[in-house]
């Protein structure tokens, strides 16, 4: 439990810094008076004191005020999600061929998420990995060896504000129920390369990947993944 804590901790302190940053510049630009539901939303962090508006959501920070409460967006349901998923699946043969390309040539490389191993250690060492190109405001080194990524990833990049990573399910992988920071934000999933039998579920209600598809779903909710197919899943996930 004392590893969970110190990588949780980590991620709390990181994430506590680049809310507390935004928090002061929208604080420099609005009047106070126009401020009342971001000031609830950084209270609710800071506290971790807060009710959601959906008892189903969980999420392990905090709860921004007025916000829809579902567990599956569709793409056609606001501007943002229309757009990001107009841009990823007309891109997905590009960056599936990008990707493939760079783990053959071995100019990149899948490794075990980070953290996984602390937060959940019935996952066996290469089971989850992860290839992550874009965290915490800034491109990794490896982005050198993806520019179409580089490209997509940057047209994007007022409605990112989180992480872009490809991720890999080995066959016959397990990714335990989990919530994530807050409700101010939705996940995305590209399906890039799907075996049959790979599911995602968020609040109980579990949906297939397609390959060249994308998914959105509040991660404030309880969600896991698994593949029980014969061949390594591979999708593309943003945080928006």
Same mark, same amino acid.
């Given at each position: 439990?004392?590893? #969970?804590? *110190?990588?949780? !901790? ?13 928090a002061?510049?929208i ?7 126009e401020?009342?539901? /971001? ?8 506290s ?5 508006p ?8 905090? #709860?921004f005020?007025?916000? !829809? ?5 569709? $793409?056609?349901?606001? @501007? @943002? ?13 590009? /960056?599936l ?11 990149a ?6 953290g996984?191993?602390?937060r959940?250690? /019935?996952?066996?060492?290469?089971e =989850?990995?992860? %290839? +992550? ?12 060896a ?10 994007l990049?007022?409605? #990112?504000?989180?992480? @872009?990573?490809?991720?890999? %399910?080995?066959?016959?992988? *397990? #990714?335990p ?14 399906g890039?390369?799907? $075996? ?5 579920e968020?609040?109980?209600?579990a949906r297939? =990947?397609?390959?060249? +598809?994308?998914?959105f ?8 993944a ?9 999708? !593309? +996930?943003s945080?928006?």
């Open positions: 439990m004392a590893s #969970i804590s *110190k990588v949780e !901790r980590q991620w709390d302190a990181q994430f506590l810094a680049s809310v507390q940053d935004f002061g510049q604080r420099a630009r609005y009047p106070s008076t401020l009342t539901r /971001l000031e609830a939303y950084y209270q609710s962090l800071l971790r004191s807060f009710v959601a959906d008892p189903r959501q969980r999420p392990s920070m905090g #709860i005020p007025g916000l !829809r409460a579902r567990p599956w967006w569709e $793409p056609h349901e606001s @501007v @943002v999600t229309s757009e990001v998923a107009r841009v990823l699946e007309s891109s997905s043969t590009e /960056l061929l990008e990707v493939q390309s760079a783990l053959d040539t071995r100019a490389a899948f490794e075990f998420y980070t996984v191993a602390e959940y250690p /019935l996952l066996q060492p290469g =989850w990995q992860a %290839l +992550k190109v874009y965290q915490r405001g800034q491109f990794t080194p490896i982005t050198g993806l520019p179409h990524t580089e490209r997509v990833i940057t047209g990049l007022p409605r #990112i504000i989180g992480e @872009v990573t490809y991720l890999a %399910l080995r066959p016959g992988g *397990k #990714i129920p989990h919530t994530d920071f807050t409700n101010a934000q939705l996940t995305c999933h590209l890039l390369v799907v $075996p049959e039998n790979c599911w995602l968020v609040a109980g209600e297939p =990947w397609h390959e060249g +598809k994308a998914l779903f509040d991660h404030s909710y309880p969600h896991s698994w593949n029980s197919g014969n061949s390594t899943r591979i999708d !593309r +996930k945080t928006r």
